[in-house]
């Protein structure tokens, strides 16, 4: 099945992505897991160790990355060749998301297959991201239209990193990623385990809010690692909401050191 409607536009789709080195589709089978968190601030960790970072939001029915990453509100622009522009963040570090293009932002985006399809093959092909060391894709919740569309054009060799949270609740949802990922031959990086646990601010006592075991058991199952566990902190919502990372504010709590180890453990399981 071809995606294009022409030679010339499928051209156009490879010479774009073509200049992507790492192309990273973020999942998670449970929403509320903080995949959108743990994407905007692995962005930041990695634009600030030099890389050329994109993000781009496919999350169409709740797009929080624009609040997240501080570009809310801010309005795109276009290259004299019709392409869009993806907003600047920081040095090194663009993003694009439904939410920058959305003119009210209290809006339902309702949307079948077919218009997300389009709105992603948009988002690859009409976005001059320019040359990047990592599109970090910042997917909604499940295995449905948008992830599956991401698989569908951007093939093998796409890398996939899986965010949960402890509970089996959770775990249950995520093993249907991990198998998505398996189905459609993306590489899994790993694991983050976010919320992983709390860490008293007073004594430094740790506690597991959540249950352990079934983590450790689904990384058994499917032959996979895990790459980070980022401990439960006020301030990761807090600066989230007013569009600050919380990696940059926070860097010295154990959750700003946790993102931290996370970065380079992910640089290390890329080959960066």
Same mark, same amino acid.
């Given at each position: 099945? $071809?995606?294009?409607?022409?030679?010339?536009?499928?051209?156009?789709?490879?010479?774009?992505?073509?200049?992507?080195?790492?192309?990273?589709?973020?999942? $998670?089978?449970? @929403? @509320?897991?903080?995949?959108?968190?743990?994407?905007?601030?692995?962005?930041?960790?990695?634009?600030?160790?030099?890389?050329?970072?994109?993000?781009?939001?496919?999350?169409?029915?709740?797009?929080? %990355?624009?609040?997240?990453? +501080?570009?809310?509100?801010?309005?795109?622009?276009?290259?004299?060749?019709?392409?869009?522009?993806?907003?600047?963040?920081?040095?090194?570090?663009?993003?694009?998301?439904?939410?920058? %293009?959305?003119?009210?932002?209290?809006?339902?985006?309702?949307?079948?297959?077919? /218009?997300? =399809?389009?709105?992603?093959?948009?988002?690859?092909?009409?976005?001059?991201?320019?040359?990047?060391?990592?599109?970090?894709?910042?997917?909604?919740?499940?295995?449905?239209?948008?992830?599956?569309?991401?698989?569908?054009?951007?093939?093998?060799?796409?890398?996939? =990193?899986?965010?949960?949270?402890?509970?089996?609740?959770? =775990?249950?949802?995520?093993?249907? $990623?991990?198998?998505?990922?398996?189905?459609?031959?993306?590489?899994?990086?790993?694991?983050?385990?976010?919320?992983?646990?709390?860490?008293?601010?007073?004594?430094?006592?740790?506690?597991? %809010?959540?249950?352990? @075991?079934?983590?450790? $058991? /689904?990384?058994?199952?499917?032959?996979?690692?895990?790459?980070?566990?980022?401990?439960?902190?006020?301030?990761?919502?807090?600066? +989230?909401?007013?569009?600050?990372?919380?990696?940059?504010?926070?860097?010295?709590?154990?959750?700003?050191?946790?993102?931290?180890?996370? +970065?380079?453990?992910?640089?290390?399981?890329? +080959?960066?």
């Amino acid at each position: 099945m $071809s995606f294009f409607a022409t030679p010339e536009e499928k051209e156009k789709f490879e010479n774009n992505v073509a200049q992507i080195k790492h192309r990273v589709a973020i999942l $998670s089978g449970k @929403g @509320g897991v903080g995949k959108s968190s743990v994407t905007a601030n692995l962005a930041f960790f990695l634009a600030m160790q030099g890389k050329k970072v994109g993000v781009m939001d496919v999350d169409f029915h709740g797009p929080s %990355i624009p609040t997240l990453m +501080g570009v809310k509100g801010q309005k795109l622009e276009m290259t004299e060749d019709g392409k869009m522009l993806p907003i600047r963040v920081a040095e090194n570090l663009h993003v694009m998301s439904l939410g920058l %293009i959305l003119e009210n932002q209290d809006s339902a985006v309702i949307w079948r297959g077919p /218009m997300k =399809l389009s709105a992603v093959k948009q988002f690859l092909s009409d976005v001059e991201w320019g040359e990047l060391d990592y599109l970090l894709i910042d997917n909604p919740p499940g295995t449905g239209d948008e992830p599956l569309t991401v698989a569908q054009f951007l093939g093998q060799g796409t890398e996939a =990193l899986i965010v949960t949270t402890p509970q089996n609740v959770a =775990l249950d949802d995520v093993r249907k $990623s991990l198998s998505f990922c398996k189905q459609l031959q993306f590489e899994t990086l790993g694991v983050v385990v976010n919320m992983s646990h709390f860490i008293c601010p007073h004594c430094g006592e740790r506690t597991d %809010i959540f249950p352990r @075991g079934g983590v450790d $058991s /689904m990384i058994a199952d499917f032959n996979t690692v895990i790459l980070g566990e980022i401990p439960m902190e006020k301030a990761v919502s807090e600066t +989230g909401d007013k569009g600050k990372f919380f990696l940059h504010e926070y860097g010295s709590t154990p959750a700003g050191k946790a993102f931290d180890a996370l +970065g380079y453990t992910f640089l290390k399981v890329t +080959g960066e």
